[in-house]
């Protein structure tokens, strides 16, 4: 059984024990429990069940593993030629980890 689910913009596969990185999420705390209740769609064992827009009834249990993880550094460069311009900038993005306990349907 597996669940499409929308958490913070982005959509996920989940599946009951599978980890995930979703963008952060504030003012969680490691160990504590999350729902999420935008479930696009639902497919237990054959049977697919798709939202208009999302499932009634259907969510998603997650348990915080780590609350704040900081992604690989990305180096955005920008440059034009024969111009003496150049700019050079960078980030890295904070994501939290999450398990997934349960996908209720």
Request: charged share 30%; hydrophobic share 40%.
């Amino acid at each position: 059984m597996y669940a499409i689910v929308e958490i913070n913009g982005q959509q996920f596969k989940a599946e009951q024990g599978k980890k995930l990185f979703v963008h952060h999420i504030r003012d969680v705390k490691e160990g504590q429990s999350v729902e999420f209740d935008k479930v696009l769609l639902i497919d237990n064992e054959g049977t697919i069940q798709v939202g208009a827009p999302t499932v009634e009834g259907a969510k998603v249990v997650c348990e915080v593993i780590h609350p704040l993880v900081k992604g690989d550094k990305i180096i955005v460069f920008k440059m034009k030629r024969r111009k003496d311009s150049r700019k050079r900038n960078g980030h890295r993005s904070q994501f939290t980890e999450v398990e997934i306990k349960q996908v209720i349907a």
